[in-house]
């Protein structure tokens, strides 16, 4: 089966399989280039999804956190005596604003939406007595916490002293005959930039830009000039905020390293295709010319045969050492009267009379390369009959 395949491959055109083999490994070069643009497509957006994720849990965790802060001074509230309500929510309501220096004001509203209480005391005092409902963007929030009595978060709104932040809104309830009332709000404020600092220097992001969006608008991002192609990261809604996060690999991270490996593979793999086909190309033509030497050689051999055979003059080959007979002519054939099959069955001592033998061997022991003459000898026929013949030998190498 190799030997046919081989047979056949020499028969075609060198040039054309080298190509058809070249076309071959470089599909599937192509078929690599594009697992692997598809691996790392795949792991980029695995690593992005992950970084960005990892972003969106900090912010939820922020902000949830800062609504459990307000949650807290919403149950304790209704435990306060009406008289020290003022002084101890601003007592409880300082010491969280204190603990975590983000906060901008805590306020408590009434349920018409004018400040009662801003803590810490005489940061703020500008808030006393503003009916926030007047302020853009507040009155539907305010209204939908009342009326709903759930939590709600704003989003990014212009404070007071001009700076943007965002604003989380607590219904506090009191429950009067078994029913739920709604009796004011607690409002945390907190400057959008500062918050945003604080959650991404927390986070590990040397591979890539960001850019935060929120209810579609940019509020945070570090993006580089040479930055990548945008990467949609991850998205949530928390507190009825809708927060985007798309991220820009950066030209020298691993992300885009993985895509410089990627074309040094395909490049490596096409040197590497053009290179096996031009060894074949190679390796094809030395087969057509081992196979052209050799029918040239049967030819030359078979021409040898035939004038062998046809010579008109009685033809033997022996062997020097044991003067075995290995091939005759027909005209040897039709002289001695022996058959082809008792020649080679015989020496050449037996073509001589039995005196003569000892000599025969002394000059066989005599010949060297070459040609030579032995003269004219006596021979002896199948039916004994003893004629002359001249001799001439020629030493060959078998």
């Known amino acids: 089966m190799l030997r046919r395949i081989g047979n056949l491959l020499v028969e075609l055109n060198p040039v054309l399989c080298s190509v ?21 497509k795949k792991l980029i957006l695995s690593q992005i999804e992950n970084a960005t994720q990892q972003i969106i849990d900090k912010i939820e965790n922020q902000i949830i956190e800062r609504r459990n802060d307000l949650e807290l001074l919403a149950e304790l509230w209704p435990n306060y005596q009406p008289h020290l309500q003022e002084a101890n929510f601003l007592r409880d309501a300082t010491k969280i604003a204190t603990q975590k220096p983000l906060y901008h004001a805590i306020n408590f509203l009434d349920t018409t939406s004018i400040v009662r209480i801003s803590a810490p005391e005489g940061r703020r005092p500008d808030l006393l007595g503003l009916n926030v409902s007047k302020l853009p963007g ?13 939590p709600l978060a704003s989003p990014p709104l212009r404070l007071n002293d001009g700076r943007e932040g965002m604003i989380i809104w607590h219904p506090v309830s009191v429950t009067s005959s078994g029913e739920k009332k709604t009796i004011g709000i607690i409002a945390g404020a907190f400057d959008i930039g500062d918050f945003l600092k604080h ?12 850019q935060i969006k929120i209810n579609g608008k940019v509020y945070y991002s570090d993006l580089r000039p040479n930055r990548g192609k945008c990467i949609p990261g991850t998205s949530s809604s928390i507190l009825g905020v809708n927060w985007e996060i798309d991220a820009y690999p950066a030209q020298e991270s691993h992300f885009v390293n993985l895509r410089k490996g990627s074309l040094w593979l395909f490049i490596t793999g096409t040197f590497f295709s053009a290179m096996a086909a031009f060894l074949f190309s190679i390796v094809l033509i030395s087969m057509k010319q081992i196979r052209k030497n050799q029918i040239a050689l049967r030819a030359s051999e078979e021409n040898y045969r035939q004038l062998f055979q046809v010579n008109p003059h009685p033809m033997l080959v ?29 020496t050449i001592r037996e073509l001589r009379p039995p005196e003569d033998i000892p000599v025969m061997e002394s000059i066989i022991s005599n010949i060297r390369e070459g040609m030579h003459k032995t003269g004219v000898v006596r021979h002896r026929k199948k039916n004994g009959e003893i004629f002359h013949v001249e001799i001439v030998s020629h030493s060959l190498q078998i």
């Open 20 to 40: 058809v083999l070249f076309l071959f490994l470089m599909s599937g070069n192509v078929l690599t280039l594009r697992n692997a643009e598809f691996l790392n």
């Open 138 to 150: 507040r009155r539907e929030l305010h209204e939908k916490v009342r009326r709903e009595a759930i």
């Open 199 to 210: 959650v991404i220097s927390s986070v590990n992001k040397t591979d890539y830009d960001i």
């Open 318 to 346: 022996f062997n020097l050492n044991t003067l075995k007979i290995l091939s005759v002519n027909n005209t040897a054939v039709s002289v001695y009267g022996y058959s082809r099959e008792e020649f080679l069955n015989m």
